[in-house]
């Protein structure tokens, strides 16, 4: 039984870039959740997707966005990249926010 | 003020030594998680508490809602125990039940 699955694992991007990574949850679970971890932070949640709807957002600018497709699978896009979008971004999976399991995350480094 | 703190943020422990990690929260909670996340930024949740204790192998885990405080208890410590420990509690209420993370310990345990 697979746990959570991201990809890619490493991305190096430019500044002004968009990036796309994508995670796919743990069987049996439908709601996915999006975070950011700084070096030396701890995560912030960026948003949740549920029933392929947005239904949380946390205080992230509208240049992230994303998607959860019918088969429960989520993407996080970035656009318009910053320097400080640099960071470890884990993707969480739940059962309608229970039993939350972790991807191993995308390391996403923007020069 | 972070709505949930972690004490210590970091944490020299010689092998076999006791050790314990405290987490307090300021807002209403369904649950409380401790995680681990070693280098390189892959998760493991460890346990998932709402009220209680809860113990796997060497480790355990109390939480006291009255007091809005848990903690995390290492016993017979190993220096494969050393990672970042992260607590990380499910925010009562609104439609996602988001996870709010502490800024976690960085345990280091030497042999």
């Known amino acids: 039984d697979a746990g959570v699955t991201q990809s890619p694992t490493h991305l190096i991007k430019t500044r002004g870039q968009q990036v796309t990574l994508r995670c796919s949850p743990k069987s049996g679970h439908d709601t996915v959740s999006w975070y950011q971890q700084a070096l030396g932070q701890g995560p912030q949640f960026i948003f949740q997707y549920y029933e392929e709807e947005e239904r949380q957002r946390g205080n992230f600018p509208d240049r992230f966005s994303g998607h959860q497709f019918p088969n429960y699978s989520s993407e996080l896009n970035v656009n318009a990249l910053l320097l400080g979008d640099s960071a470890l971004y884990l993707c969480?999976?739940?059962?309608?926010?229970?039993?939350?399991?972790f991807g191993s995350g995308t390391r996403l480094t923007v020069v | 003020k972070n709505e949930v703190e972690q004490s210590p943020q970091n944490l020299t422990a010689q092998e076999g030594e006791f050790i314990t990690i405290n987490c307090s929260y300021s807002v209403g909670i369904s649950a409380l998680h401790w995680l681990q996340q070693h280098p390189g930024g892959g998760i493991v949740s460890l346990f998932m508490?709402?009220?209680g204790k809860k113990k796997h192998g060497r480790l355990i885990a109390t939480i006291n809602i009255q007091e809005k405080h848990s903690s995390l208890h290492i016993t017979a410590s190993h220096p494969r125990d050393s990672a970042v420990y992260i607590c990380?509690?499910?925010?009562?209420?609104?439609?996602?039940?988001?996870?709010?993370f502490g800024t976690g310990t960085l345990l280091a345990v030497q042999p």
């Open positions: 969480a999976s739940s059962l309608r926010g229970v039993g939350y399991t």
């Open positions: 990380a509690v499910r925010n009562y209420g609104g439609a996602t039940n988001k996870l709010i």
């Open positions: 508490l709402s009220s």
